[in-house]
């Protein structure tokens, strides 16, 4: 089986988690787009999606389902997205694809957060992923500089600008022991927009594929 296979195993199971919710929160990724594919099937329940991303608001309209704007749709009750790495504590590592800012901003408003990933994104400690890190242009260098204090390796994700019109800093060389703290010491950089730590906010669901299975991990 592929991770590909895995995450499709991961996607289709999230499904069961929507229970009569009629406006849901998604995310972005290679993942997501196998659950935004299987909305399809379901979505004359739904009255439309929060999209944490233009390409997944894209791929939500290309299937007829109406994207909502997070201002008009307040609290939601679930949020399915992906992740680039996630422990058994289910705090993550996320932003692989640039998008960690609005993630962050619907995972926060949402009573439920089910993460979604194949086997290879389990691990026992963050940071082997190198970490997203969205920051406003004009602060890049200082913030690179900040970042290395830290004991990171920065690397400007180059030709990359996120939907904010901000940049990233991908930073190797982390391990992450603590997310929590790293994530509020990264926080309070200036010029930093976000972080794609997600501990302080964790998911609260973690839906694993295999080959054969998909485990289900919880708070
Ligand atoms: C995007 C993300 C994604 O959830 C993460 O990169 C995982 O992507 P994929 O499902 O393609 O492996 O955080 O910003």
């Known amino acids: 089986m592929s991770a590909e296979d895995n995450k499709k195993r991961a996607a289709l199971e999230a499904l069961k988690w929507l229970d009569d919710a009629r406006v849901i ?41 109406p994207v909502l704007d ?3 749709a307040g609290e939601l009750s679930v949020y399915v997205d992906g992740a680039d790495e996630a422990n058994h504590r289910l705090q993550l590592i996320k932003g692989g694809g640039g998008a960690l800012t609005r993630e962050k901003v619907v995972a926060a408003v949402s009573k439920q957060f089910i993460c979604i990933v194949d086997d290879s994104k389990l691990v026992d400690v963050l940071g082997r992923f190198p970490l997203p890190v969205e920051v406003i242009p004009m602060a890049r260098s200082y913030v690179a500089r900040e970042l290395v204090k830290l004991g990171g390796r920065p690397d400007w994700r180059q030709g990359f600008v996120t939907d904010n ?3 990233i800093l991908d930073v190797h060389g982390l391990t992450i022991l603590y997310p929590p703290v790293l994530e509020a010491e990264i926080n309070q950089i200036t010029g930093v927009v976000s972080v794609g730590i997600f501990a302080r906010r964790s998911a609260d669901v973690l839906l694993v594929g295999y080959g054969d299975r998909v485990e289900k991990i919880t708070r």
């Open 25 to 65: 929160g998604i995310g972005t990724g290679s993942t997501v787009n196998h659950f935004i594919d299987a909305l399809e099937s379901i979505k004359g329940r739904l009255d439309g999606v929060v999209s944490s991303s233009g390409a997944s608001a894209q791929r939500l309209k290309a299937i007829g389902i």
């Open 70 to 72: 997070l201002n008009a």
């Open 165 to 167: 019109g901000n940049v």
